[in-house]
């Protein structure tokens, strides 16, 4: 059966983090992690419930190893559930957002890669990301992460809605601001320039999905 030390720690290797990024996860240190798996110490409640969330279980499973059958219907063993939400959902999102906390049925995607617990997706709208992205097209967001050239990004100029596009870096400001575009892949829109209005960037898409036939 194995104990909630070697449970954190075989989830972990199942999704190929360190202990450094397992923990950057959580929001401990390493050795936080490394006292985990050793059982020298355990999870508070915050973090057990990070851990269960991220790795797709229960938090009766980590300190039990007993799953109830209806807490494994949702999500394979190592997979994260992520929100499918709306374009007005994802204007307000950050990292510390939570689907527990929005109402109605949500939808989930599953997805086996290491990303922050406040990762979101979203379903591609309008023309403006063709050729590559169409609508339809399911993009998965992280919004801890910070964009670098050429990463495609979610982000909001004003209004309810966020937006998607493609960030082309444009330098920084004396006083330490960074400069960028958001540039559409159909040039038939408009490019956005964070010099002249302002940008809050919400996140970075790090999954692109098509379903091929309907």
């Known amino acids: 059966m194995g104990t909630l030390g070697s449970r954190i720690r075989s989830l972990r290797k199942d999704r190929k983090l360190t202990q450094v990024q397992l923990g950057k996860i959580v929001g401990v240190s390493d050795v936080t992690v490394g006292y985990w798996e050793k059982d020298q110490n355990q999870p508070g409640g915050v973090s057990l419930t990070k851990l269960a969330k991220f790795f797709g279980v229960s938090e009766g499973f980590l300190v039990t190893g007993k799953e109830e059958k ?26 510390e ?51 670098g050239p050429g990463d495609y990004v979610v982000a909001k100029n004003g209004g309810n809605e966020a937006t998607f596009k493609k960030y082309r870096s444009r330098g920084v400001t004396e006083s330490g601001e960074d400069v960028f575009e ?27 999905r098509r379903t091929m036939r309907h």
């Open 97 to 147: 957002s939570d689907a527990t906390n929005l109402e109605g049925t949500l939808e989930y995607v599953l997805t086996t890669d290491a990303h922050s617990l406040g990762t979101f997706a979203l379903r591609v709208k309008g023309k403006s990301m063709e050729p590559d992205f169409r609508e339809g097209d399911t993009i998965i967001v992280d919004p801890e992460l910070a964009p």
């Open 182 to 208: 958001l540039v559409p892949l159909n040039p038939d829109f408009a490019t956005l320039d964070s010099s002249r209005e302002r940008i809050l960037i919400i996140g970075v898409v790090v999954e692109h």
């Open 70 to 95: 209806s807490n494994v219907d949702t999500a394979s063993l190592g997979a994260m559930r992520v929100p499918v939400i709306s374009w007005v959902q994802a204007g307000g999102w950050t990292g």
